[in-house]
């Protein structure tokens, strides 16, 4: 599974030559072609095509008429896998401007135009390892929100400490700023 590996990693917008906009993946949710909320459960039409495509791509699609949702194709071609990109922290922001899908493609700029880009410093957008929370404690898997169908799938998962987190299981409660987790800085290439 991508998407509990993809927590900690830096998505890295390129601004100019020495200039970036980088942030931390603190929330993310799988989906796949074999369960009901997956865009390419019904099979491939114009709207998903992407979705069925190359691993590695962005697959942005639009929420409601309002919101652009950023995925990244994961699995392999043909067959519809993708992780939703929920939540990002960015060092320096104010920890709620990329809180949510809609937010966090806003604050990156991403819209329909940026679908079947593949990720690459060549194509200005592009994925790093970061922190790696290998600790069990510091990630939390639940099930999806914002879904009408296969809500019971535990495949959420959301970097405890961070403030950033769009929505909590019930019980966690946000950390206070003293103790919470703080994103590093992006170092560039």
């Known amino acids: 599974m991508v998407a509990p590996n993809l927590i900690g990693c830096f998505l890295i917008k390129r601004l100019s030559k020495n200039s970036f906009l980088a942030g931390v993946i603190v929330e993310a949710e ?5 369960e009901a909320s997956c865009h390419g459960y019904a099979g491939k039409t114009k709207r998903n095509e992407t979705l069925f495509g190359d691993p590695g791509n962005f697959y942005i699609y ?16 043909n067959w519809a896998n993708g992780v939703l990109l929920r939540s990002i922290a960015i060092k320096g922001e104010n920890e709620r401007i990329a809180s949510g899908p809609g937010l966090l493609a806003k604050k990156f700029g991403l819209n329909r135009n940026f679908d079947n880009l593949s990720l690459s410093p060549e194509n200005g957008f592009w994925l790093t390892e970061g922190e790696n929370f290998k600790e069990k404690a510091n990630i939390v898997q639940t099930t999806r929100i914002g879904i009408s169908q ?3 799938i535990p495949w959420r998962w959301y970097l405890k400490g961070s403030r950033s987190v769009s929505k909590r299981v019930k019980g966690d409660r946000i ?10 800085t992006f170092e560039g290439l």
């Not at 639009?62 to 071609?77: A, H």
């Open 30 to 34: 799988a989906y796949s072609q074999e």
């Open 175 to 184: 950390p206070p700023r003293n103790k919470c987790w703080s994103p590093p």
């Open 62 to 77: 639009l929420s409601y008429g309002i919101n652009n949702c950023v995925n990244i194709v994961t699995g392999k071609k």
């Open 150 to 152: 296969a809500k019971d």
